[in-house]
């Protein structure tokens, strides 16, 4: 009997899309959540769901229960599914994509599409923009243009990339079962190449670059490892694979003496490379994966060679400096590596403290004890706790009694510290709500009490531009605002960034003393690096947060520094790389 093979990715979207046809058609929402579940485990699943079939041990996934996995080995064994064939005869694949669009859930999409016979996106569209959707109950003028607005966003995504928090993990782990199959000496260097290297917000495809001396071994034992789900291509120096979550990954052997010009060529981004192609063509030398070879024009003979097994060689012999990879994105990193005048890009070691994160007293996984000791223990000299304040609706956030609680509990702990004589120190704020009409969550005289506030908006954020923007700056002119916290509200391959008009903000941040965010979870990285930078040239300054929810919360921190570096920062353009003292100089208050 033939098997059919699937990605993880192509049996998580299917399951998905089950779980969407149910919610329209009203189906029990335990039955909506299983399907949910089994699809977000199969998703992230680090073994390819083929052979997890193939060994019978579909029942092993979590959320995965006898009926979806009956379901999954009918899927595995036929190519399809009887009863996911009638749920897509009963709902049509337009429906399903019109739930995609912002703020259009399931019960509005069946409205739509029951009621007005509505069944596309397309459709949905046309029917907005000629005023029909206005005739149904609950949907008015402001519907339909919130609805064309959602729809634009929509077409705005990049879904086709993968989220940068999605590719690191797997390329890492990736790397890390290849070593582990072969032997200690198999592997002289391994190393991240392409756009991951330079710390793309997204990624197309992931490269790893390979010094081997036993090149036929490392291809057999990568094109065998657990992530991977199909072999593209296969050859001496490159394999290409897909892997369960249906991300490509190319990997190539090269030579130690070739291993500079080879990892700058494959680092990127093309129109850097064009740049340093064109620079060593007007010195007489042809550039490319191999090294240099003279082209006659210059002082060398024709077709002589220069290999270099370090980047800096290669860009030093062509009178560059090295250039940071999170720069090389012909945003005037050459001219300024020919002036040798790039700056000293910010570092992870510069950072010493953070000034949002948050406690069991909103949201958080743990206390504030908790969190103020896995800040410590990364060599941090101040933390800020800064629970959600009330008036954000998917939380418990904090208000003026739990505050002061919270405060007697840091008061404490601060004074364990000096008595230890630790150098250290609990910072106690919140992240306040800026509520859809631009007042803030907390009122001014519990804001006052607090070491650092954060402002963030998380609800109404597809409120048109000119609304958004006075409910921002409302908050960025409020004395006691600090820091504005992932101002556009965005999650990357998920929600698009709201319509915010970031330069108006940003001077008003400049004008205020209003430190702005780079929030380094990596579904956020907002501030994005093309504003981040357009702060400092306003005269911004930033902070870099990981936002942690949880002890382990503070590893995504690395996130946020290379967005700073392609930002070009440097460790004086970000307030949490100072002392205390310094830093709280820093602020409003």
């Known amino acids: 009997m033939t098997t059919h093979r699937f990605t993880n990715t192509d049996v998580a979207t299917l399951l998905d899309q089950v779980s969407a046809r149910l919610q329209i058609i009203g189906a029990n929402r335990f039955r909506v959540i299983a399907f949910q579940n089994a699809a977000e485990?199969?998703?992230t699943l680090g073994r390819s769901i083929n052979q997890v079939y193939a060994d019978g041990e579909l029942r092993t996934i979590p959320g995965v229960g006898k009926g979806i996995a009956d379901a999954l080995t009918e899927l595995f064994e036929t190519g399809h599914v009887a009863e996911f064939d009638e749920l897509a005869a009963q709902v049509p694949d337009g429906v399903i994509e019109m739930m995609q669009v912002p703020d259009m859930g399931p019960k509005k999409a069946a409205r739509l599409w029951q009621?007005?016979?509505?069944?596309?996106?397309?459709?949905?569209?046309?029917?907005?923009?000629?005023?029909?959707?206005?005739?149904?109950?609950?949907?008015?003028?402001?519907?339909?243009?919130?609805?064309?607005?959602?729809?634009?966003?929509?077409?705005?995504?990049?879904?086709?990339?993968?989220?940068?928090?999605?590719a690191r993990p797997l390329a890492l782990m990736l790397m890390a079962d290849l070593r582990q199959a072969l032997p200690d000496d198999a592997i002289q260097r391994m190393e991240i190449a392409g756009s991951l290297r330079r710390w793309r917000e997204t990624i197309g495809d992931v490269d790893i670059l390979v010094v081997s001396r036993q090149p036929d071994a490392v291809m057999e034992a990568f094109r065998g490892l657990p992530l991977v789900a199909d072999v593209a291509l296969s050859g001496e120096t490159k394999t290409s694979v897909i892997l369960t979550t249906g991300l490509q990954v190319d990997l190539r052997v090269v030579g130690e003496e070739h291993w500079g010009a080879a990892w700058q060529y494959f680092t990127g981004s093309k129109d850097h490379n064009v740049r340093v192609r064109e620079i060593a063509l007007k010195q007489g030398w042809s550039l490319n994966e191999y090294g240099l070879t003279a082209t006659g024009k210059g002082d060398a003979p024709e077709g002589e060679e220069r290999l270099f097994q370090r980047e800096e060689d290669l860009y030093g012999f062509l009178g560059l400096e090295w250039v940071p990879p999170e720069l090389r994105e012909n945003r005037g990193e050459v001219q300024a590596a020919l002036a040798h005048d790039l700056p000293r890009l910010i570092r992870l070691a510069d950072i010493r403290g953070e000034?949002?994160?948050?406690?069991?007293?909103?949201d958080g996984q743990a206390s504030v004890a908790e969190m103020a000791e896995a800040a410590r223990s990364r060599g941090y000299k101040?933390?800020?706790?800064?629970?959600?304040?009330?008036?954000?609706?998917?939380?418990?956030?904090?208000?003026?009694?739990?505050?002061?609680?919270?405060?007697?509990?840091?008061?404490?702990?601060?004074?364990?510290?000096?008595q230890a004589g630790i150098d250290f120190r609990i910072l106690q704020g919140s992240e306040v709500e800026i509520l859809a009409s631009g007042e803030l969550g907390l009122p001014d005289e519990v804001l006052a009490r607090l070491d650092v506030v954060v402002a963030s908006i998380h609800s109404a954020l597809r409120q048109d531009r000119e609304t958004i923007t006075e409910r921002c700056l409302k908050a960025v002119y409020n004395?006691?605002?600090?820091?504005?916290?992932?101002?556009?509200?965005?999650?990357?391959?998920?929600?698009?960034?709201?319509?915010?008009?970031?330069?108006?903000?940003?001077q008003a941040c400049a004008e205020t003393g209003t430190v702005v965010e780079i929030n380094a979870h990596p579904s956020r990285l907002d501030l994005n690096d093309v504003y981040a930078r357009r702060a400092v040239e306003l005269g911004c300054k930033l902070a870099i947060n990981s936002d942690a929810h949880e002890t382990t919360g503070?590893?995504?921190?690395?996130?946020?520094?290379?967005?700073?570096?392609?930002?070009?920062?440097?460790?004086?353009?970000?307030?949490n790389t100072r002392p205390l003292d310094d830093m709280l100089g820093l602020l409003k208050g």
């Open 41 to 43: 485990s199969i998703r």
């Open 382 to 418: 101040y933390w800020n706790a800064s629970d959600h304040s009330v008036g954000l609706g998917i939380v418990q956030g904090v208000d003026d009694e739990k505050l002061r609680r919270q405060a007697e509990e840091i008061e404490e702990m601060n004074w364990h510290y000096a």
């Open 355 to 362: 000034l949002h994160g948050h406690t069991t007293y909103s």
């Open 479 to 506: 004395p006691h605002v600090d820091i504005l916290g992932h101002p556009t509200g965005r999650l990357i391959g998920h929600r698009p960034p709201s319509d915010l008009d970031v330069e108006r903000v940003l």
């Open 115 to 166: 009621e007005l016979g509505i069944a596309s996106i397309a459709e949905l569209k046309a029917a907005a923009e000629a005023g029909e959707l206005s005739q149904l109950k609950g949907f008015g003028k402001k519907s339909e243009q919130k609805i064309l607005k959602g729809v634009e966003l929509l077409s705005q995504r990049g879904d086709e990339r993968t989220p940068l928090g999605d």
């Open 554 to 575: 503070f590893d995504v921190m690395e996130y946020g520094v290379a967005t700073a570096r392609r930002a070009w920062l440097t460790a004086a353009d970000v307030i």
